[in-house]
Every structure is written in structure tokens, then in C-alpha cells.
């Protein structure tokens, strides 16, 4: 079974800084995908981005970037240049294959102070 | 692309009665479809696995006599809330499977149940 951790329930961060969300996991499949979603207000679950596993080099979208430790099985978002409309609630997630459903974190609520 | 399209975004009913709430995969075909429930402020909690043409996979702990699920066609699944009780309110969200490409969320249904 796989189990996905976010021990950050709440973090803050100035608008045009830097903010790191903490993610580990637990699997014992050698392929998986991991992703990180964002919740805003509105309550629409956003794909912030994806990451394989088989893939060493770090997903990258904008101002979103990861750091994914396969062997310590963590995945960290940084999000950089954070901006007002960042807050949110963000969810670490993994999934085997596309057929099988997102294993969410309990979510970290982000939010980004003018 | 990759539009999931989910109705009504809100409803309110009456003690004892049914819902259904719709999820139509607008632009792609979804062989796989998951439900999820959330409560405020917590984690998306999957409800079953939904597979066109045949029975969905629930998960431990939901009635599934209470919540149909019906995926006939390759675009719609449908959940529907039999007899519905204050303790079913909450926010109910598809997501449909593009295989290797990923997971899309429908925008959500809040349920009240009065």
C-alpha cells in the first residue's frame, strides 16, 4: 500500500519569496508517479506538476520546481516568486499508473502574505 | 484538453431523498473514473473506483448500497446518494484517468442534506 505524509499542516511565506512544502512516501513499487496539487478557495483540484519515478532529473514548471529523493522517498515543492494567488491548499500525491486512483497527503495550507 | 465536467456544482435535498451528481469527461475518453469525498479542511478521501462497463471498486468502509456508482459509457459516471442523511453532506469530486498523461478533477459538488 502506499502512504503519502505532509507534516506541514500550515506555512506562510511573503509575496516574491521562496516557500519549500515537505512530502515524503512510502511504496514498495519501483514505478510510480508522484504529483502535487493545488486547492484554492474555489475548490478546484490544479495539477501544479508531476513527477515519474523513473526520471532522476527534477520536475520543473515555472516557478514550481521539485526536489525528489528517490531513495529517501521524499518530494518537496518549491515554489519561487510566490505570489497572492499561490494560496491555496497543497496536496502531495502518488499513484502506480494511470489506472490507479491519487493516495493524497493531508495537505498543507499555504498562504502567501502581501 | 482533458476536461472533466461535473453537475450540480451545489445541491440541497431533503432528508431521505436521492442525488445524483454527474461527471462527464468532456473531450477525451475516460475508461476509469474515481470519487472522492472530502470534509472541510481535510484530505480527499477516495470513495470508489469506477470502470466503464462494469461494477466500481469500493473502498473499505463505503456503503455501497447508499452511494450507486454507474460508469456506462466511456464519458459518464454518475454517484448517486440514496436516501440521503445530514452526516452525507460534504464535497464530492470525480477525477477521470488519462492513462500516462494523469489525473483530471471535476470542479465538485457540495452536498446538503437538510
Known amino acids: 500500500a502506499q502512504t503519502v505524509t505532509q507534516s506541514q499542516p500550515e506555512m506562510s511565506v511573503q509575496e516574491a519569496e521562496t516557500v519549500t512544502l515537505s512530502c515524503t512516501y512510502d511504496?514498495?513499487?519501483?514505478?510510480?508517479?508522484l504529483f502535487w496539487y493545488k486547492q484554492p478557495p474555489s475548490r478546484q483540484m490544479i495539477l501544479v506538476i508531476r513527477?515519474?519515478?523513473?526520471?532522476?532529473q527534477n520536475a520543473t514548471e515555472n516557478r514550481f520546481s521539485v526536489n525528489f529523493q528517490k531513495a529517501a522517498k521524499s518530494f518537496s515543492l518549491k515554489i519561487s516568486d510566490s505570489q497572492l494567488g499561490d494560496t491555496a491548499m497543497y496536496f502531495c500525491?502518488?499513484?502506480?499508473?494511470?489506472?490507479?486512483?491519487?493516495?493524497f497527503g493531508k495537505g498543507t495550507r499555504l498562504s502567501v502574505i502581501a | 484538453g482533458a476536461v472533466v465536467s461535473q453537475h450540480p456544482s451545489r445541491v440541497i435535498c431533503k432528508s431521505g431523498t436521492s442525488v445524483k451528481i454527474e461527471c462527464r469527461s468532456l473531450?477525451?475518453?475516460?475508461?476509469?473514473m474515481f470519487w472522492y469525498r472530502q470534509f472541510p479542511k481535510q484530505s480527499l478521501m477516495l470513495m470508489a473506483t469506477?470502470?466503464?462497463?462494469?461494477?466500481?471498486?469500493?473502498e473499505q468502509g463505503v456503503e455501497k448500497d447508499k452511494f450507486l456508482i454507474n460508469h456506462a459509457s466511456l464519458t459518464l459516471s454518475t454517484l448517486t446518494v440514496t436516501s440521503a442523511h445530514p452526516e452525507d453532506s460534504s464535497f464530492y469530486i470525480c477525477?477521470?484517468?488519462?492513462?500516462?498523461?494523469?489525473?483530471?478533477f471535476g470542479s465538485g459538488t457540495r452536498l446538503t442534506v437538510v
Open positions: 500525491a502518488s499513484s502506480f499508473s494511470g489506472n490507479t486512483p491519487l493516495v
Open positions: 511504496t514498495s513499487e519501483n514505478n510510480y508517479y
Open positions: 513527477q515519474e519515478a523513473y526520471k532522476q
Open positions: 473531450d477525451f475518453q475516460a475508461t476509469t
Open positions: 469506477s470502470n466503464e462497463g462494469s461494477k466500481a471498486t469500493y
Open positions: 477525477s477521470a484517468s488519462k492513462g500516462y498523461y494523469g489525473y483530471t
